[in-house]
């Protein structure tokens, strides 16, 4: 199951804190799909020794950030 975070319009950092707290209660096999109006950097250096696994997809004026751990969301290992 996916859930879906929309954090444009935030000021920092709310955003960082509303990813860290969605992803403590997800479960394994789901993934959180995040919308920022840019490419979180300072997020990725907590996301890795996590465990967890991105993709980001950009778009003009948005950033969809895909997070998930362990398996990708379709089931396979997918590389960041």
Do not use: T
Request: proline letters at 10%.
């Amino acid at each position: 199951m996916e859930q879906r975070l929309d954090l444009r319009g935030l000021e920092p950092p709310e955003p960082l804190e509303r990813v860290l707290d969605a992803l403590a209660g997800m479960r394994a096999e789901n993934c959180l799909r995040v919308l920022l109006p840019h490419e979180p950097f300072p997020l990725y250096a907590l996301l890795r020794p996590m465990g967890y696994r991105w993709r980001v997809e950009g778009r003009v004026g948005c950033c969809e950030l895909l997070i998930w751990s362990g398996d990708g969301p379709s089931g396979r290992a997918e590389k960041v």
